[in-house]
C-alpha cells in the first residue's frame, strides 16, 4: 500500500492514533513506544514530587498556592495523556488482533493433511514446515495481512504473489415465494460494497467476512453513502465520538481508518483505499468501487427516463433491475447508526414506488401474476400503501378468486387499524364492495 501522504501534513498534534504502521508488529512496536515516551513525561515525576511533599510535610510551603494551581495544571495534562493512552491502547489490540490472525491462519496451514501440499505452487508454506522451528517462525513473520478469509484447502499464494481471486459469488437469502429477487453477484470491481440490505464488502472478489472494528465499519458506510464527495474529518469525528475532546475524537479516527486500510488492502492494491486531502477523507478514485446503491439509483433514473420517452420495455427492464438490487434496507444490520435513517426511507420509498409501477403496468399487460407478485412485494414493505391494496384486489377478481379479494381488504383494514389507527378510504371501501356484490 502506498504511503498516505495527505496526513503528514496536518499541523494539529499528533496521537498515537496518526501513524500508520505497516503491519503489526510496527503496530506493537510504536504502540509500547509511545506508552512509554508517556510515563517518561517530566510532569509525572513532578507530580510524584509534589504528592510526595504533601505526605511529608503539610505545614510546608509546598501546600501554598502555587502548589494548587500546579496540581490543576497538571490534571488538564493527564487528562490529555489519559487520552493519548486510550488511543495506544487500542492501537496495541489492532496489533495483537493481526498478529492472532496470522497465528489462526498459520495454524490452518500446519493441519492440512500431507495430500493437499502437492496442490501448493512451489515457495508456499509447505516449504517452510519442512525448515522446523525456523521455517516456521519465518512464515509466521512473513505471511501478509489476514483481512479477509481464504477459502479452506485453497493454495497459499507465494510471497510476493498476489492470489487469484475465487470465483466472486454471494450465497443467496431465503426469500418468500411472491419474491421476484435473486441474490446479487459481486461486481467485478476492486471493492464493492452492498449496502441495500446487510453491508456486505468484498475486496479483490473476496467477501470480507469479519469486522474487527465496528467503529471502523461505520466510518466506511459514511464514506460509502457521500461517495460523490469528500467528507471533512470534523464530520466523521463528530459523527462518530461526539462526547470526546477533539484530541481523543481524532486519535480514534485515525485507528478507525488503520482498522479500515487494513481490512480494504486487497492483493495486488499498491494504493490507498481512502485518501485524505486538505482536511478531508474520500474514496480513492484509482480504485473502481461498486456501490449497489448508486446502481439502485442509476437503474430507477434510467427507468423513468424510458417511461417519459414512452419506451414500456426498457422501463419495465430497468426497473426490475433496480427490484433486484434493493435487498432491504439501506445498513439493514445496524441498530446504532441513525445518521442514515432519513435516505433509508428515501431509498425505501423509491423501491416502494418501482413496485407500485411494475405491479400497475403487469396489470395492464394482462399479466396477472406478475402483477401479483409485485403487488405483495410491495405490501410487504408497506403494508398501509392502500393503492396497491386496491390492485391486489383487481387482480384477484380478474383471476375469479373472490375469496382472496375479501382476504386483501381484510388485510388492508387490519393494516390501517394497526399501524395507523384509521380506517381504509373511501375509494378502498367503495372498490370492495363493487368486487364482492355479486359474490
Known amino acids: 500500500m502506498a504511503t498516505h501522504r495527505g496526513e503528514q501534513h496536518v499541523p494539529d498534534h499528533r496521537g498515537i492514533g496518526d501513524t500508520q504502521p505497516t503491519d503489526a508488529r510496527g503496530g506493537t512496536a510504536g504502540a509500547v513506544a ?15 514530587r509534589v504528592l510526595a511533599g504533601l505526605g511529608s510535610d503539610p505545614s510546608g510551603p509546598i501546600t501554598g498556592i502555587d502548589a494548587v494551581r500546579a496540581l490543576r495544571r497538571w490534571g488538564v495534562e493527564y487528562l490529555r495523556v489519559a487520552d493519548e493512552l486510550e488511543a495506544a491502547a487500542r492501537c496495541c489490540r489492532l496489533a495483537e488482533r493481526e498478529i492472532g490472525e496470522r497465528i489462526d491462519a498459520f495454524l490452518v ?39 479477509q478469509e481464504r477459502p479452506a484447502g485453497a493454495p497459499v499464494p507465494a510471497r510476493g504473489t498476489p492470489p ?21 453477484t459481486v461486481p467485478a470491481a476492486d471493492i464493492a460494497a452492498l449496502v ?8 479483490a472478489g473476496r467477501r470480507v467476512l469479519r469486522w474487527n472494528s465496528q467503529k471502523a465499519k461505520a466510518v466506511l458506510q459514511y464514506l460509502l453513502i457521500h461517495a460523490d464527495r469528500p467528507v471533512r474529518r470534523d464530520v466523521l469525528m463528530q459523527l462518530q465520538w461526539p462526547d470526546h475532546t477533539r484530541s481523543s475524537a481524532r486519535n480514534n479516527l485515525n485507528v478507525a481508518l488503520y482498522s479500515l486500510r487494513n481490512t480494504l ?10 485518501v485524505y486531502q486538505d482536511g478531508c477523507y474520500s474514496l480513492n478514485p484509482e480504485l473502481t468501487w461498486s ?11 434510467r427507468a423513468k427516463s424510458a417511461d417519459r420517452a414512452d419506451r414500456p420495455q426498457q422501463a419495465i427492464d430497468a426497473y426490475e433491475n433496480a427490484v433486484r438490487l434493493y435487498r432491504g434496507p439501506l445498513f439493514e444490520d445496524d441498530p446504532v447508526g441513525d445518521w442514515f435513517l432519513p435516505e433509508q426511507r428515501h431509498l425505501e ?28 412485494l410491495a405490501v410487504g414493505t408497506d403494508p398501509c400503501c392502500e393503492p396497491v391494496h386496491r390492485l391486489l384486489m383487481r387482480c384477484f377478481d380478474s383471476q375469479q378468486q373472490r375469496q382472496l379479494v375479501s382476504r386483501q381488504y381484510r388485510s388492508c383494514v387490519a393494516a390501517l387499524r394497526d399501524e395507523l389507527g384509521v380506517p381504509p378510504g373511501e375509494e378502498t371501501v367503495q372498490l370492495f364492495r363493487s368486487l364482492t356484490a355479486a359474490m
Open 265 to 274: 488492502d486487497g492483493p495486488g492494491q499498491d494504493v490507498q483505499p481512502i
Open 196 to 203: 441495500l440490505g446487510p453491508l456486505e464488502l468484498s475486496v
Open 291 to 301: 456501490i449497489d446503491r448508486n446502481e439502485f439509483l442509476s437503474a430507477l433514473h
Open 349 to 376: 420509498e423509491q423501491y416502494l414506488q418501482a413496485l407500485e409501477h411494475l405491479a400497475t403496468v403487469y396489470f395492464e399487460l394482462g399479466q396477472l401474476a406478475e402483477a401479483v407478485r409485485f403487488g405483495q
Open 34 to 48: 509511545e506508552l512509554r515516551r508517556l510515563i517518561q513525561t517530566p510532569s509525572f515525576q513532578s507530580v510524584e
Open 164 to 184: 487469484i481471486p475465487p470465483k466472486a459469488t454471494l450465497p443467496s437469502r431465503p426469500a418468500g415465494p411472491a419474491s421476484p429477487r435473486a441474490a446479487p
Open 109 to 147: 496451514d500446519w493441519a492440512e493433511p500431507p495430500a493437499v501440499e502437492h496442490a501448493r505452487e512451489p515457495g508456499t508454506p509447505a516449504s517452510a514446515r519442512r525448515g522446523g522451528l525456523e521455517g516456521w517462525l519465518r512464515e509466521l513473520l512473513h505471511r501478509g495481512r489476514t483481512g
